[in-house]
């Protein structure tokens, strides 16, 4: 279906239920092409279940929620993914004693020719393949971390917080997705650490064409810094949208952060 409202995501009533528990009420929200929305609210708001919801991790328990007008409720990661959607997780999800060039190739496995046995029947085929995403890695990581390309094959362990977070970014973005979403990527670094990082990201929205980003995050100033727009959710429902400015100067959105937020 052709969408040319400049609409990518749009959520519609969308409702995550726990038993009990209410996580996405009746949401409503949109996300157009090529931006950065920063997705903001207390712990417990819902972020993280609505990334969980829009790739395919979780049901919703009703309502919709469209990728380019493609309805997402019902599909499986591997065919939330197929459609262009990848994520970096709020925990890191590095295999720590695997390379550098692994751990990024492993982010796109789903794109793999045939598997495993097509390789050892096929070994020419296998070597191209791998020589493609050799090829792909490098490209990645000199748009995005040039002085990791020196470590292509060392074991992620040795490597610093930020140099890991960059490397699950470059997962996330070897299937050459069209929307990427970051889960707190400054969890666990310093200020100075979280800075770089964010420049880094600024650059790979420049450098890859047409890429719409949603980023959760607690810094204030890098929300400042890196969204075109804001959407605040409080119990799972959006309480506030617009530009960091907009948002920041909404009584609701103060008085939804007032008591203070665990930092973690
Ligand atoms: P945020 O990312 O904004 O901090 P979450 O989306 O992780 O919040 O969680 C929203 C609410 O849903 C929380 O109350 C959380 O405990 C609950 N929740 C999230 N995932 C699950 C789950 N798999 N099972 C039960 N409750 C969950
Ligand atoms: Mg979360």
Redesign the pocket.
């Known amino acids: 279906m052709m969408n040319d409202n400049g609409v990518l995501v749009q959520a519609h009533d969308l409702t995550m239920r ?1 038993g009990g ?1 209410v ?1 996405l009420d009746r949401l409503d929200m949109q996300v157009f092409k090529g931006e950065v929305l920063g997705l903001l ?1 207390p ?8 990334f969980n919801v829009l790739t395919g991790l979780y049901r919703a328990s009703s309502g919709h929620v469209t990728l380019d007008g493609q309805e997402v409720v019902g599909k499986s990661p591997q065919e939330v993914y197929r459609m262009g959607v990848a994520r970096t997780f709020q925990r890191s999800r590095l295999s720590l004693s695997l390379t550098v060039f692994d751990n990024i190739v492993i982010g796109d496995y789903q794109n793999m020719h045939r598997g495993i046995v097509f390789n050892l029947l096929r070994r020419r085929a296998f070597r191209q393949e791998y020589e493609r995403y050799v090829e792909k890695v490098r490209a990645l990581l000199k748009i995005f971390s040039p002085a990791l390309l020196d470590h292509l094959f060392e074991a992620v362990g040795t490597f610093t917080m930020i140099d890991r977070r960059r490397i699950e970014v470059c997962r996330a973005l070897i299937g050459d997705p069209s929307l990427l979403l970051l889960d707190e990527p400054s969890a666990g670094m310093t200020h100075d650490e979280t800075a770089e990082l964010m420049s880094d990201i600024l650059q790979v929205r420049e450098k890859v064409t047409g890429l719409t980003v949603i980023l ?1 995050e607690h810094e204030m100033n890098v929300i400042e810094r890196i969204t075109d727009r804001c959407v605040v ?1 409080n119990f ?1 429902q959006k309480i506030s949208e617009g530009t960091y400015a907009q948002i920041t100067a909404d009584p609701i959105v103060q008085t939804a952060y007032l008591g203070g937020e665990d930092d973690q």
Not at 43 to 50: E, L, M, R, W
């Open positions: 726990f528990l996580a609210g712990n417990g708001s819902g972020k993280t279940t609505f959760i959710l799972g």
